[in-house]
């Protein structure tokens, strides 16, 4: 660029630099945020890639402004080219591309150091550039309208604040902003047909607001018809964008499994996860050994998936690997295994239930009666607490415990007396077969 009154070339290649790292900063932090923790695929990496644009792409877009603003200064009022009005803008771009480049290049990097599930899509590394050019070009045609000093700053909140607003308004207005759908889900992968959509309707859109700035600078019919020609490619990607279905589940996931001693699996990508989630429902799957509820195989499902499962199978929802992600995995699945039983004393006869199973220790309870239950569940030996679920199990789940089931007195004639129950323990569990609760 040569020099202008507003900007020197020194000061605009300085300026450029400082961005590249300030871009590239953002884009790493930003990326990280995104990431879902402990997930070994590359669909991960180029969601976090596409997340980092809310940060990035609205201080491309300040950055453009800065410039444009400098650069209205320096023009002084002279006609410019069509060349000369697009080539600053263009510039822009291509420093902004470096460093999204170099955010690329680092996440890659740090990707194929371990081994990664699914495959990447440059669809959606395309969708990502296209999203930076239209944040720059609304840098910029706000900088060269609005020359003032603040403009920088405006131009970046604006650009943050209506995106975001964008993205949370409804469903058909969330496709206009470069991004991915939310929640993101491994099962259901990414589609490179809406990548492609969102390229078209973002690059016609950012080339409609350039070319058009240019026609009104320049005041050339050529540079208008090319903008028009622009919103037509922008008409069509949005077009698609609107009338295209919702996604479906992408080809069938081939699990990781751990096959000893009950099987569980997950997806490839969450497969580091195995150990801890394996070592948790072990323990659940021997209490629950000789119930109704007994499974030998625990699968991770999405969770809007509400397709039947094969007998002794049960679904797990984990959402990431950070810390405690087998425990919360196991106080879902416990917690869906009975009734809630709110409002009634069976609800602390429950959470006592419930405790045990996740391995927690024994909730006292709101009620005198419970706390003398807990005490009295707690005397029992791991193997009589076993028989006694099996025993016990339909009134478990069906919010029928009451305190007779935890050694109170009988409710009615006839039922056993608290210090017959270990004997009835034992004739139970002498009956019982042995499976997985021997472990």
């Not at 020099?3 to 300026?15: I, K, M, T, W």
């Not at 201080?59 to 320096?74: E, K, N, S, T």
């Not at 409804?170 to 490179?192: I, M």
């Not at 019919?221 to 077009?239: C, Q, T």
Request: hydrophobic share 50%.
């Amino acid at each position: 660029m040569r020099e202008h009154r507003g900007v020197s070339r020194e000061e605009l290649q300085q300026s450029a630099l400082v961005a590249v790292a300030v871009l590239l900063v953002l884009g790493l932090v930003a990326a990280w945020s995104v990431l879902i923790p402990g997930v070994s695929a590359w669909e991960n990496i180029i969601v976090a890639l596409i997340g980092s644009l809310r940060l990035t792409g609205p201080v491309a877009a300040a950055f453009a402004a800065w410039v444009a603003v400098r650069r209205r200064r320096g023009t002084g009022g002279r006609a410019l080219t069509p060349w000369q009005a697009v080539r600053a803008p263009l510039a822009i771009l291509v420093v902004v591309m470096g460093s999204f480049t170099a955010t690329v290049l680092v996440l890659a990097v740090k990707t194929m150091l371990t081994e990664q599930a699914g495959r990447l899509l440059p669809s959606g590394l395309i969708m990502s550039v296209a999203g930076l050019a239209l944040y720059v070009t609304i840098g910029w045609v706000t900088g060269w309208l609005l020359p003032w000093t603040i403009t920088p700053v405006l131009a970046g909140i604006g650009c943050y604040a209506l995106f975001a607003w964008l993205s949370e308004t409804s469903a058909w207005a969330d496709r206009l902003v470069p991004g991915t759908r939310e929640p993101y889900d491994l099962f259901r992968g990414l589609s490179s047909a809406a990548f492609a959509d969102q390229t078209l309707w973002l690059l016609g859109i950012s080339a409609a607001l350039l070319l058009g700035w240019a026609a009104v600078v320049t005041r050339q019919a050529l540079v208008l018809a090319a903008a028009l020609l622009a919103v037509l490619a922008a008409g069509a990607g949005l077009s698609r964008l609107l009338s295209e279905p919702q996604p479906v589940s992408a080809e069938r996931v081939v699990y990781s499994c751990q096959e000893w001693p009950i099987m569980v699996c997950v997806h490839p990508g969450m497969r580091t996860g195995l150990d801890e989630l394996g070592s948790t429902f072990i323990k659940i799957a021997s209490r629950l050994a000789g119930t109704p509820g007994e499974f030998f195989r625990v699968e991770q499902r999405p969770r809007r998936d509400d397709a039947p499962l094969a007998p002794g199978t049960v679904p797990v929802h984990v959402d990431d690997l950070a810390t405690g992600f087998a425990d919360r995995a196991a106080d879902e699945f416990v917690d869906g295994l009975a009734a809630k039983c709110d409002g009634t004393p069976s609800a602390g006869y429950r959470d006592i239930v419930t405790a045990w199973l996740r391995g927690e220790p024994l909730p006292g309870g709101p009620l005198a009666e419970h706390r003398y239950a807990a005490a009295w569940f707690s005397g029992l030996t791991e193997t009589q607490r076993r028989d006694w679920l099996r025993l016990h199990y339909p009134d478990f789940v069906g919010c029928r415990l009451q305190n007779v089931h935890f050694g109170g007195r009988p409710a009615r004639a006839g039922a056993a007396e608290p210090e017959q129950w270990p004997q009835r323990l034992g004739q139970r569990r002498a009956t019982d077969k042995i499976g997985i609760g021997s472990m």
